[in-house]
């Protein structure tokens, strides 16, 4: 037994010596080949310096300990990390790693980085969000979801588990669709410099996150043409316009053409990009002429509105409100009041919608100064067919847009303390609209002076088409008793 302890010991001893000296074996091969050799000779130097490593190996034990395994499992990291052409196809949580060094071909490293911890990993670890280009390792995810659950830690948009790839499965993966609000930059290219200079106002467009080059290309020139130039190139850039947000910072790309981009015939647009349209350089009185200031003919307009109509409400529902310290948010992860911003929107829509217009609200400070409730009387205009609700979607665009088309309304009539309601409906046969006021029904459309009192409105979906078995009246049959 004594025996057995001090072999165990010596082989203790022996491998974190054995330790040592590949870690500082890692450092000066590293260092050696960086300073004397390009790319291809790193590669058979390291080939040299595996096979002596493997015959050193098998000639000292033909058993290998767990810490030894360690060493090795290092070894091949720094292998990995020397030579650009090598590929690593497991996991390297399992500690299984398989390496192939080759010639020539592509040389670009599988190794990437988590958005978050930053820590280096082979694609099989990442995890990539389809809709914009966050990857992520899954401690970090993990984290993200508990903390914001259902929501991506870097576009901060709404997503589902579904949304969520492994890095090395991702490529030709179409996310759903979904509309993004992408900022346009004019940029102008410097021949003494590498960088471009923006000029003129950015422009901001809507559109799919799926489209074709060509309708792409189109609106962009649309854009374009307050510069009296060529067109030379238009670009993905990220929201500074000096670099790529698709390349990672290390490639120091200045930013990708769009037609490098395509698939299928289509561009996948993601949160995170601009688009940089860019001139060659321009004369001085051009370039003045651009970045001159402009008095756009909506400053002649008055700012507030004669009459509200139901996209004024609606973006009112949709815009963000601020939690203060009279009204805080309690985080759930520090477990404190904070103060904070909320904004609502419509993840999808049903086929059925019915929008309620708050008429009535209660006021601190009321009619006569005292607090009470009272009816609000503006009047708010709607539309009677194609309203479009794409503008307040987070979620996917359903196929065919989000248009509806009215059926019904309710109005009200008077005060908070009393009044009469009455109602609007379009017969779903005749496509005729009436107004029912008790037993008095009359061909009326609710459109003009008709809309002031409304207050209740139902939409459906456009094109929807269901089937509608009205009640037939029945002969009423009676039996004579016998």
Not at 259 to 286: C, M, Q, T, Y
Not at 415 to 420: E, L, P, Q, R
Request: hydrophobic residues 30%; aromatic residues 6%; proline residues 5%.
């Amino acid at each position: 037994g004594q025996a057995w302890c001090d072999d165990k010991t010596a082989q203790h001893v022996f491998s974190n010596k054995l330790m040592k000296i590949s870690e500082l074996l890692r450092d000066e091969v590293q260092k050696y080949l960086e300073k004397n050799f390009d790319n291809t000779v790193k590669d058979v130097n390291l080939k040299k310096l595996w096979k002596k490593k493997k015959q050193s190996s098998r000639q000292q034990s033909s058993k290998t300990s767990p810490e030894e395994c360690s060493i090795l499992s290092s070894l091949t990291s720094s292998k990995s990390d020397l030579c650009p052409s090598t590929t690593v196809s497991s996991s390297t949580s399992t500690g299984t790693l398989t390496e192939k060094v080759g010639g020539g071909g592509d040389t670009s490293s599988s190794w990437k980085s988590c958005n978050i911890c930053l820590e280096d990993m082979v694609d099989s670890d990442l995890v990539s969000h389809i809709h914009c280009t966050a990857q992520l390792c899954r401690e970090c995810l993990d984290r993200s979801m508990k903390a914001s659950p259902d929501k991506c830690p870097v576009c901060l948009a709404q997503c589902e588990d579904s949304e969520w790839v492994q890095l090395d499965q991702s490529s030709g993966v179409r996310p759903p669709l979904r509309m993004l609000t992408i900022p346009v930059i004019l940029m102008m290219e410097q021949a003494d410099r590498d960088t471009s200079l923006r000029m003129g106002h950015p422009r901001l467009i809507r559109v799919a996150n799926t489209v074709k080059l060509s309708s792409l290309v189109r609106l962009l020139e649309s854009v374009a043409d307050c510069v009296s130039g060529a067109l030379l190139s238009i670009q993905v850039v990220s929201d500074s316009g000096d670099w790529c947000s698709r390349c990672p910072g290390q490639e120091r790309c200045r930013g990708c053409d769009l037609g490098r981009l395509v698939d299928g015939g289509e561009l996948i647009l993601k949160p995170g990009d601009s688009i940089a349209i860019k001139f060659p350089e321009l004369e001085k009185n051009a370039l003045e002429e651009v970045n001159r200031t402009r008095q756009d003919q909506s400053m002649e307009m008055d700012r507030v509105k004669q009459e509200l109509d139901l996209f004024d409400c609606l973006d009112a529902f949709s815009s963000r409100e601020v939690l203060d310290q009279a009204n805080p948010w309690f985080c759930p992860i520090c477990r404190r009041n904070q103060t904070a911003t909320k904004t609502l929107s419509v993840w999808r829509y049903p086929d059925f919608l019915v929008i309620y217009l708050k008429r009535f609200v209660y006021l601190e400070r009321g009619p006569g100064g005292h607090a009470g409730s009272v009816k609000l009387d503006n009047r708010v205009s709607f539309p009677l067919a194609g309203l479009d609700l794409t503008p307040y979607l987070s979620g996917p665009l359903q196929q065919g847009g989000e248009l509806f088309d009215l059926y019904g309304a309710v109005c009200h009539y008077g005060s908070v303390t009393g009044g009469h309601y009455t109602a609007y409906a379009k017969h779903c046969q005749t496509q005729e609209w009436n107004h029912f006021n008790d037993a008095q029904v009359d061909p009326r459309v609710p459109e003009g002076d008709s809309q002031d009192d409304v207050y209740v409105l139902f939409y459906k979906r456009s094109g929807l088409t269901h089937n509608v078995n009205p009640p037939t009246a029945v002969a009423k049959t009676t039996n004579s008793p016998p």
